[in-house]
């Protein structure tokens, strides 16, 4: 079975910390994402990657960066973290053409 | 990209079958339905995906219209576990492998 392993599930920030959110796959998949979720907004995706050092921005990636240095590690950063970025966060990966395989989580809470 | 539509949510009795329905009405003829469920907690797990013809896996069957302009998925027999927000996706294909958009789901409740 595919596993997708968040480093954290809770986590507690204060504002303008930098955080890191990190991410691994042990399956050798190319694409990998990172999502958040908030109540009434359903999954917005933040950017993806689709190799190694390779990224590509989503639909909300404005405050957000990420790096893809090894294949199967995905890291998504806070520059300077804000309250409004307390969500939860979906990391996720699959193989071109597949379905996506999702870690359980991360909530991130910026006080 | 094309968007879905679903009912925010709906209920169904234990044991009896879910039907839940979504609309995609822009899809284009490469586009694939993609059908994922998040229970509480965890991350959204895969169900079941199809392109134009019906599909059957040991979770779920896809009922896709002849004109592709929606689909229903359909749980036959409904558990208390299978309690969760149920997600219909178009997937975009581009030569990166293509982006997976969520809408906001349909939350099914399953009750005794």
């Known amino acids: 079975d595919v596993k997708v392993t968040q480093s954290s599930r809770y986590l507690v920030k204060r504002t303008g910390e930098k955080v890191f959110l990190e991410c691994v796959q042990d399956?050798?998949?190319?694409?990998m994402f990172w999502y958040r979720q908030d109540p009434g907004l359903g999954l917005r995706l933040i950017y993806f990657?689709?190799?190694?050092?390779?990224?590509e921005k989503g639909d909300i990636p404005e405050g957000y960066s990420v790096s893809r240095e090894k294949k199967e590690r995905f890291s998504l950063i806070l520059e300077s973290a804000s309250t409004n970025q307390t969500s939860m966060y979906l990391c996720?990966?699959?193989?071109?053409?597949?379905?996506?395989?999702f870690g359980n989580g991360t909530r991130l809470t910026v006080t | 990209d094309a968007k879905t539509t679903q009912p925010p949510s709906m209920d169904c009795a234990e044991g009896r079958a879910a039907n839940l329905p979504c609309n995609h009405s822009?899809?284009?003829?490469?586009?694939?339905v993609y059908w994922y469920r998040q229970i509480h907690s965890q991350g959204p797990q895969y169900i079941i995906h199809?392109?134009?013809n019906n599909e059957t896996n040991e979770m779920a069957s896809l009922i896709i219209t002849e004109d592709r302009k929606s689909s229903t998925l359909i749980l036959p027999h409904a558990t208390l576990r299978d309690t969760a927000v149920y997600y219909c996706?178009?997937?975009?294909?581009?030569?990166?492998?293509?982006?997976?958009?969520f809408g906001q789901g349909t939350e099914l409740s399953v009750k005794p």
């Open positions: 990657s689709y190799d190694v050092k390779m990224k």
């Open positions: 399956m050798d998949h190319e694409n």
């Open positions: 996706i178009v997937r975009v294909a581009n030569n990166q492998g293509g982006k997976l958009i």
């Open positions: 199809g392109l134009k």
């Open positions: 822009t899809i284009s003829g490469n586009e694939y």
């Open positions: 996720a990966s699959r193989e071109q053409g597949t379905s996506l395989h």
